[in-house]
């Protein structure tokens, strides 16, 4: 299957972190719903990726040398023709070329501009003692600043799920604060559980980071993703 | 029988126990300890100058564990740390049930050659399938056969209280504690560094023992993870289990390093597993003794509205500030109750809102049990809760002699009609003594006493949260 694939390729190259591409396509596998995500190695494939998922996207720069890819210029967003898309990519190639200029580039991925919701985290590691480790947070500066965040064991009942996404103290947020578009938590409670699901059958994957994900009032998506492997 | 019963069955329920090395400098503290032990007792020591001594006590000494013409169900070693793999290569040959090493100076130490004595133990006591408790702790206490590892500990019968410590101390203290707070223990083990039986083969053979219906554990680390969480996730389910973890700060994991050599674990992993597991999070000593009462002797209820009669005006405000800081709800009472607290109740110096102050209204007597009952009767409230000021009690005691027995008898028949769970707070003030005579009463009606409204308010709220996660 494509995650074995994957994870194979990586560790040919002897890689134990995964690309954004690589990581999202382990995620839909697990069967969570990412961004819609291509591969394009030239300027033109680009742009025809950009027609087929449809304007607006974004382009970001694919290379395991590149961690920070939006420090080395690695990323434009909001792209709405196939002019910018073109512009943009071989902007991304140049400033690349010129920040980090042995990194190996695998291309630059084109996907969807997931419409904005309410930033959540997953995320998965591993403590000595009890195994994989589920958190669960609210994104962005909640959970740099405030640590409001939850765990469980793997692997998760669904009750384990709710109340993990519960007992954060940003809850009433997820419920839909003053107006704003409440998150759908039964389709958290499912990304929880299909991630709890997925470590447990991979024990080859040490970390996994989805942050954020954007939560909408019908679904969720997952906007940005790290994988990282297990040293053989 | 499930295979971890059969396994350390003899070790829990000897028959024989055998004593190795104990001494008069330690004032025979094994020995002594066993002195009401139901079996048959043996002492092995092989220092002429300490048999009469331990002829004195009346014990048959050998001069090696084989020499001893029975077999034997629970070993006891206190011999320096250099002596004991000749110790449980003899255990090993006599087949013995279990084996506790008292002797500690093992890989705790984080010395070279405690390390090196620890992993031959280990590695010997693993081949032969021996059951090594510890090294570095006191073993097991029934006091259902006086197999006790304290001169003060008691014996004859026992409770419903299992009690897993990695520490001795603690295992000891709970055992006392616990005594003069109505809580008694069916068996409880204290295991040390744990090399070969862990935490999780502890809480699997008192999961099973039908004498426990509440598991409490003092951990300050664990060997199997994952098989301790499977093993929790379960048992919590058909008993209690309450957990105090040690070492939840980096200072505390350097004392658990030196004590029992135990790694340091993230404290928010052990939270999410305790929560995740339906076990209860106790934070330290009191709050194990407190839990444990209240699992023990309160009704089982969901609900968080709580009625508080206290003796004082000042005590009624503070009472209250403590039950709603713990998280419960003091709501106000049905139209029902102030209708009856109206026919009877005087209002001049007190007051019966919700938080209730009795202060003028506790004489006679039947005066606070009417009030109790009233609020036993209210549909607004889920549990009951009394202030027992003991210098209060005591000062009507000068002209009332027998006001504070009668009250407590009254309180007995009223905890037994009342249909919610009703708990007390013992407020002892400068009459400390007193106190004590007061709680010893309470315990021998089997009614549960708290001796702060904060420690009472924790433990109801812990057990109102427990019932509601099941």
């Given amino acids: ?232 | 029988m499930k295979d971890i019963v059969k396994k350390l069955d003899r070790a829990f329920n000897p028959r024989s126990v055998a004593v190795v090395g104990d001494k008069r400098e330690m004032d025979y503290m094994w020995l002594r300890s066993l002195a009401n032990f139901q079996g048959r007792l043996y002492s092995v020591q092989i220092d002429e100058k300490e048999l009469p001594g331990i002829e004195a006590l009346g014990v048959k000494n050998y001069f090696s564990l084989l020499d001893i013409p029975e077999s034997v169900d629970y070993v006891i070693v206190a011999v320096p740390r250099a002596v004991a793999p000749k110790i449980v290569k003899e255990c090993i040959d006599k087949k013995v049930g279990g084996v506790m090493l008292f002797t500690s100076g093992f890989a705790e130490t984080n010395t070279e050659e405690g390390i090196r004595l620890q992993e031959i133990i280990t590695e010997m006591a693993r081949e032969a399938d021996l059951n090594l408790i510890g090294p570095n702790c006191v073993g097991i206490f029934n006091p259902r056969i006086g197999l006790c590892h304290a001169v003060d500990q008691y014996y004859g019968d026992g409770g419903p209280v299992g009690f897993i410590s990695q520490s001795g101390t603690h295992a000891t203290y709970f055992s006392l504690v616990g005594a003069l707070n109505g809580i008694k223990i069916s068996k409880s083990v204290s295991y040390g560094n744990a090399v070969v039986l862990d935490c999780t083969d502890y809480m699997e053979y008192l999961a099973e023992d039908e004498d426990t219906k509440v598991i409490g554990m003092y951990i300050e680390g664990v060997r199997k993870g994952r098989q301790f969480f499977t093993s929790l996730r379960e048992i919590a389910k058909r008993k209690p289990v309450l957990i105090w973890k040690g070492g939840e700060t980096e200072e505390g994991t350097r004392a658990t390093a030196s004590h029992t050599a135990s790694l340091a674990e993230s404290p928010l992993v052990w939270d999410a597993l305790i929560k995740q597991c339906g076990a209860i999070k106790v934070d330290n000593f009191e709050e194990m003794v407190d839990t444990t009462k209240a699992l023990l002797y309160l009704k089982p209820t969901t609900g968080a509205r709580v009625g508080l009669c206290a003796m004082t005006g000042g005590q009624s405000v503070v009472i209250a500030d403590a039950f709603a800081k713990a998280g419960l709800e003091i709501p106000l009472l049905s139209e029902r109750s102030y209708q009856e607290f109206a026919s009877f109740f005087n209002i001049i110096g007190s007051s019966y809102r919700n938080p209730l102050d009795i202060s003028s209204n506790l004489i006679p007597m039947d005066n606070i049990i009417r009030c109790m009952d009233i609020l036993n009767e209210d549909e607004n409230l889920d549990s009951v809760v009394l202030e027992l000021s003991v210098a209060f009690l005591t000062r009507i005691a000068r002209f009332i002699p027998i006001f504070l027995d009668e009250l407590i008898d009254a309180l007995a028949l009223y905890n037994a009609r009342c249909n919610k769970p009703f708990l007390t707070i013992l407020v002892s003030v400068h009459a400390e003594t007193e106190a004590i005579e007061a709680r010893q009463k309470l315990v021998e009606r089997g009614i549960p006493s708290f001796p702060s409204f904060e420690r009472g308010a924790k433990a109801l709220k812990k057990v109102v949260e427990y019932y509601k996660s099941l």
């Fill in chain 1, 1 to 232: 299957m494509v995650v074995d694939e994957i994870i194979s390729a990586a560790r040919k190259e002897g890689r134990t972190y995964l690309t954004e591409l690589e990581s999202k396509q382990i995620l839909k596998e697990a069967g969570i719903n990412t961004t819609e995500i291509g591969l394009a190695r030239a300027k033109e494939e680009a742009i025809s990726l950009s027609r087929e998922i449809g304007f607006p996207v974004a382009l970001k720069i694919v290379s395991p040398d590149v961690l920070h890819k939006t420090d080395a210029g690695g990323v434009k967003l909001s792209l709405n023709s196939e002019e910018e898309v073109g512009k943009a990519f071989d902007e991304i190639i140049s400033s690349i070329k010129a920040h980090e200029p042995t990194a190996n580039i695998q291309g630059v991925s084109v996907q969807n501009m997931a419409r904005p919701g309410t930033e959540v985290i997953i995320g998965m590691s591993k403590d000595p003692q009890f195994g994989p480790v589920l958190m669960f947070g609210l994104g962005g500066i909640l959970v740099e600043v405030l640590k409001d965040v939850s765990f469980r064991i793997v692997p998760l009942t669904r009750r384990d799920a709710r109340e993990m996404i519960k007992e954060i103290k940003g809850y009433p947020i997820l419920e839909g604060y003053r107006g704003q578009e409440p998150a759908d938590i039964a389709v958290l409670e499912e990304f929880l559980l299909k991630v709890s699901d997925f470590v447990e059958r991979k024990p080859e994957i040490k970390e996994l980071d989805i942050n954020p994900i954007f939560a909408y009032s019908d679904g969720a998506v997952a906007v940005d993703a790290r994988v990282i492997l297990e040293a053989e």
